[in-house]
Every structure is written in C-alpha cells, then in structure tokens.
C-alpha cells in the first residue's frame, strides 16, 4: 500500500510548507497539492487527487464551512479534516454539519495530526480528545454553553436572517423595523451569545442546524 495523498489548504504560505514538510519526514504521507484559499480548491476539486484533504478553518474569501459543503454537492467524496485555532463547540459542530470528516485544533502534535490523517483516511472520524473534553467540562460548568436558545424570539428571528447573509436594511424592511432597530439587536444578539463577528454568528447557526451554507 502506498502512502496516504495529502492535499493542503490553506492562506499561510509557510503553515502549508511547515505541515508538508513535517508529515513528508517519513514515507506514510504524500503532498500532492496545495491551494491557497477554498475558492480555488472549489475551482479544481476535479483535479484532486487525494487521500485527505487538510483544510484550514479560518480563511479568507470563500469560508472552510461553504468549501466542504460545495465539494460535497459536486459530488467530491474525499475526507476532509479541518484545523482550526478555534476549538469552541460550534466551530467543531459547523465542520462535521458541513460535511468535514475530522477537527483538529492547530495547537497538537504530529502525531495526533497523523492520527487524525490516518483515521479518516480509513473512512473513520476523528475529533480531537482534548477539544471534546475541553467542551464537555465548559458546558457543565455552563460557561460555554452558547446557544441561540438565549434570545428574545425577536432577537431568535434576527439571528436567522443575519445567519443567513442578510442585511441589516433588509431585514428592517422585511419585519417593518428601522435600520437601528436591527443593528441594536444584533449587538445584543453577539453580546449575548458571546461572539464578536457574523462569522461567528454564521458559524453558531450551522452548528444547530439553524440555516444551510
């Protein structure tokens, strides 16, 4: 059997030289390619020749989660395990919703990164130990329980629609509210659910199944 075919995504030019320079050290693993953003992954996903594809979860231009779901449509069925700095619940949740087949968070150790290569390689999934545990233990504790069950069903309403790529006119149009209306609901909206951007508000709502990409 030969070695398992990479191909590699991601915006860093020296994140994809460092992982392909690291998992080429023994003969288990092949780099076949590389990209520079999802967009033109998605644009030569016919050309793919791969095992696994590793894909960075923070992108510019076309979003991780909109790639795995577009290559899936195509009909691409080749693994696809994602890394990400962000080891938050939802981001884990909004990657295998998507279609990912493996999370792991940029901060492990090659050895776990060719586990994880390894086991969805095999048609397996992987998530990494220390994210699940991180994840379980904060949501006992209740600090990181982030849910959109938390808002106002006004506020509920506003999330989809922002979720959903709307914009702030036209949703106040659309639910007979002003402009400012919205924009201090989306404020609250982000304060209560703890995030900062509506990537992260796009992110939460895939995670629960809220809206597709």
Known sequence: MGPVKLFLVDDQVLMRQAIARALSVT?????????????????NAGQVNADVIILDMMMSRT?????????RQQGVTVPILVLSGDESHFNVKAALNAGARGFVPKRSDLSEMEFAIDAVAKGGTYVSPSVAESNSANQSAGSAAITSEVLSPREHEIFILLAQGRKNRDIGAQLSISTRTVDTHRSNILKKLNLH?????VRLA???GLVNI
């Open 27 to 43: 003969d288990k693993y092949e780099v076949v390619g590389h990209a520079a953003n999802a967009s033109d992954l998605i644009a």
């Open 63 to 71: 979003s991780c989660l909109e790639a795995v779901q577009q290559l």
């Open 197 to 201: 951007s509506n990537a992260e508000l």
């Open 206 to 208: 895939i995670s629960e």
